[in-house]
């Protein structure tokens, strides 16, 4: 069912039942389990898997990436990676739906699952040419990453090289080779974290995964309880919007033997459980206000106030992922702490400043804050929202201060929608500066057309480089203010401005006569100032026509007669 899907399930599997499933392989490879079995954490997509987190780190001690053989490497499948490789996760592939493959013959067996080496014997050689070219194509992807991979059983070193293990979820095919592998790979490379310590040195940690409400339960926390233990009647420390809470474990209920906690009806009550395993706890009211990705700290009854005091300060430590500072940069938002810290990870590597990043939605101080932002730095003005509402009052206020509010359901998409913003206004400002700037303008007078030599000058013009506009100050060939443009007309109409090759009518503002200061056959200049002409040519120079860099050039001679170093960077 669709709605099973959008829940995160804890499913725990016996090593007997791990080993009734591989045996034959467990057997060949002279593997056996020295552990009690696994806990599977099921995140569909991978946004609980970033509430699986605790400072420094990842909670999951092994990942298996699931890959659909069929789509192949999508964006989030890159962003899991990316989560993976910065917690030092170690993981395999599962590259599952092969059964999808075109011609791909499956063979089910009701007792175990059919491994993926007697599946893979059985078809025909194109069969085996197009899966073989599959694998390759997630290798490849992987190695963007800057990972080895390879199929499984062609690496000889999994220390270096991350397997790819072909399956198929709808027949089973390829499950013992996944079980196998998840099994001895952890068992073999993290033999110390899986030693459980004395159970006197136990301190309860958990990390909450989801807090959602379920029909006659009210509010519940899905929890991954990673260390230590708890039970009814437990309190209990975790964040909420407002800072640390305290409330008590009301109830505790765990999924049956393999079965996971989606299913209400696999759920049992328990009065006391052990690390490591996925519970759903019943809290009482003040536990309610809870966080995704906040940790859960079990404050055993009759704690005395030092243990309480260091409980808060490592909840403190623990959630000290927002930020809040005087930087000019991006306001953001999400819903929990795994989520709000891979944004500001994935920022962090792009380079884009983060002014202030907390939880929740987007409120009216947000919006204000942004807008602090924008009056300094126009281009990190805006706020960035990851899978949370926006307040009616904060759309408001955006309205009303003109902030863009840029909102996403997966972090790519939301880097994406920050990159285009940041663009977007880069650009904007870019042309804002660009349209406050004087162009360069070259004309010259046309004797022919001589129509009054006294202020206002009338006589005809031809726009040899840019654009001639109204108020315009011109200079003559020996760098002197000659007077202002008041207006051009062309046929009796009046013009907003003169581009590059026109002929019009000029009038001119002048204390200068036509004939005698001003000869009639001139060559004038749009003046400017040097900083003007400076940016124009390093900066903006791709935003001029041909026309307007000759105009500047032959400007630039003008002014160097009367100081030979204006504008020493144009060349």
């Not at 027949?171 to 974290?193: C, D, F, H, N």
């Not at 929990?336 to 987007?362: D, H, Q, Y």
């Amino acid at each position: 069912m669709k709605c099973q899907t959008q829940h995160i399930g804890a499913s725990f599997i016996p090593s007997a039942v791990i080993a009734r499933i591989a045996g034959e392989l467990m057997k060949r490879y002279r593997f056996s389990l020295e552990f009690p079995g696994l806990l599977f954490i099921d995140t569909p997509g991978h946004e609980v898997f970033m509430n699986l987190r605790k400072r420094g780190g990842s909670i999951a001690d092994f990942a298996v990436l699931v890959v659909d053989a069929v789509k192949g490497f999508e964006p989030q499948t890159d962003e899991a990676v990316d989560i993976l490789v910065e917690r030092k996760t170690p993981f395999l592939v599962a590259l599952n739906k092969i059964d999808r493959v075109p011609g791909w013959v499956s063979k089910t067996q009701d007792d175990v699952p059919p491994t993926y080496e007697a599946s893979y014997a059985r078809q025909q050689e194109v069969v085996k040419r197009r899966l073989d070219s599959i694998v390759y194509s997630v290798s490849g992807s992987l190695g963007k990453h800057g990972i080895s991979a390879d199929l499984f059983s062609r690496i000889s070193d999994f220390s270096r090289t991350v397997a790819i293990v072909p399956v198929s979820a709808l027949t089973g095919e390829g499950l013992p080779e996944l079980l196998v592998l998840t099994a001895g790979l952890t068992q073999r490379y993290m033999s110390k974290k899986l030693t459980a310590a004395p159970k006197e040195s136990e301190k309860g940690r958990g990390s909450i995964l989801e807090v959602k409400e379920e029909k006659g339960l009210g509010t519940v926390l899905d929890v991954l309880l990673y260390e230590g233990e708890m039970a009814k009647g437990d309190s209990a420390l975790a964040s909420g919007i407002e800072g640390p809470l305290v409330g008590k474990i009301r109830n505790i209920l765990i999924p049956a033997p393999l079965t996971d906690t989606r299913f209400q009806i696999s759920l049992v009550e328990a009065e006391r459980v052990e690390a490591a395993t996925g519970v759903r706890v019943v809290p009482d009211e003040p536990l309610k206000g809870a966080l995704p990705g906040s940790p859960l700290i079990i404050i055993k009854n009759g704690a005395d106030e030092a243990s309480v005091k260091a409980a808060l300060s490592e909840l403190k430590e623990e959630t000290s992922v927002t930020i809040s500072s005087d930087v000019n940069g991006v306001v953001v938002k999400a819903d929990t702490f795994g989520s709000l810290e891979a944004v500001i990870s994935a920022m962090k590597k792009r380079g884009i400043p983060v002014r202030m990043a907390n939880l929740g939605m987007v409120s009216k101080k947000d919006v204000v804050e942004a807008s602090v932002v924008k009056d300094k730095d126009y281009v990190h003005g805006f706020v960035a929202a990851f899978n949370v509402r926006v307040n009616p009052d904060a759309e408001s206020e955006a309205e009303t201060r003109g902030i863009s509010i840029v909102k996403a359901d997966l972090i790519y998409q939301l880097l994406d929608l920050v990159d285009e913003e940041i663009k977007k206004r880069t650009e904007e400002l870019r042309l804002s500066e660009l349209r406050g700037i004087n162009r360069p303008v070259e004309i010259k007078l046309l004797p022919e057309y001589v129509f009054r030599r006294a202020s206002p000058i009338i006589v005809g013009i031809r726009v040899v480089g840019g654009t001639l506009k109204p108020q315009r100050t011109l200079i003559d060939e020996n760098g002197e203010k000659v007077g202002e443009v008041l207006q051009l007309q062309d046929k009796g109409k009046v013009l907003d401005g003169a581009s590059e090759g026109s002929e019009v009518a000029m009038s001119l503002k002048t204390s200068y006569t036509l004939g005698r200061q001003i000869k009639e056959n001139a060559t004038l200049f749009g003046d400017m100032a040097e900083d003007e002409a400076v940016k124009l040519y390093t900066k903006y120079r791709s935003d001029l026509s041909q026309g307007e860099v000759n105009a500047l050039l032959d400007l630039v001679k003008v002014k160097r007669r009367k100081d030979p170093s204006w504008g020493m960077l144009i060349a």
